[in-house]
């Protein structure tokens, strides 16, 4: 289980431009995400990764850019590159804020691959990654696939078209993707306190929030 004060250490590095800033920790979330999320399959009909698409919101976006970029242009993916390894190699503390399992097991991930870190014409910053499965998964049993910070530091929404894909799925597969119930009472009450105190609402409170996608194969 990783320690609040080690998300959160973690999570400025995670953010490591935003180290410097001197915006106060007021509330969770700090940082939003939108994801896109393709579940991708291998030989024998295995599911061997996921490439992950994340695109930041403007405050994010603008520390990561400040600086860079030449006369008012958006900063290109080789200004960006060494913020996108920063951020890859980072995530591996927070084993990528992704869940995959199977039943009650859960399964461990490679070092990430093809990452890059883009913006477009309004300097909203996107990073996109592969992070491989250290060992392909059937997927003949039900397989659950969960993108979220478990002290909700980041928010993570999926979008709201077509977040979650699967590439090169063997024929019949099926993918169900499950918004999460809304907050209890007693829920909501840890997250408005933690606005006002600046502390995480819980360790696992981000899985209360989370999206669950589930792919079944023949």
Do not use: C, M
């Given at each position: 289980m990783i320690d609040k004060q080690k998300v959160l250490t973690g999570a400025w590095l995670f953010l490591a431009v935003m180290v410097s800033s001197s915006a106060p920790a007021s509330a969770h979330p700090?940082?939003?995400?939108?994801?896109?999320?393709?579940?991708?399959?291998?030989?024998?009909?295995?599911?061997?990764?996921?490439?992950?698409v994340w695109t930041f919101d403007e405050m994010y976006s603008a520390f990561a850019t400040q600086g860079l970029g030449k006369n008012g242009r958006?900063?290109?993916?080789?200004?960006?590159?060494?913020?996108?390894?920063?951020?890859?190699?980072?995530?591996?503390?927070?084993?990528?804020?992704?869940?995959?399992?199977?039943?009650?097991?859960?399964?461990?991930f490679g070092p990430p691959k093809d990452y890059e870190l883009t913006a477009d014409a309004k300097k909203i910053v996107t990073l996109s990654f592969t992070l491989p499965l250290k060992e392909p998964v059937s997927a003949k049993k039900p397989f659950v696939f969960m993108v979220y910070d478990p002290t909700y530091f980041v928010d993570f929404e999926l979008a709201k078209d077509n977040p979650v894909t699967m590439k090169d799925a063997p024929s019949g597969c099926s993918l169900t993707t499950m918004r999460p119930d809304p907050l209890t009472e007693t829920d909501t009450k840890k997250l408005n306190e933690s606005f006002f105190s600046g502390l995480s609402p819980g360790t696992d409170f981000g899985v209360k929030l989370a999206t669950r996608s589930i792919v079944a194969c023949p």
């Open positions: 700090h940082v939003w995400v939108t994801a896109r999320e393709q579940i991708l399959f291998g030989p024998g009909g295995k599911i061997v990764g996921f490439r992950h958006p900063p290109t993916r080789e200004e960006l590159a060494p913020l996108a390894k920063t951020n890859v190699e980072s995530l591996k503390d927070f084993e990528y804020f992704t869940v995959a399992k199977t039943g009650p097991a859960y399964h461990k």
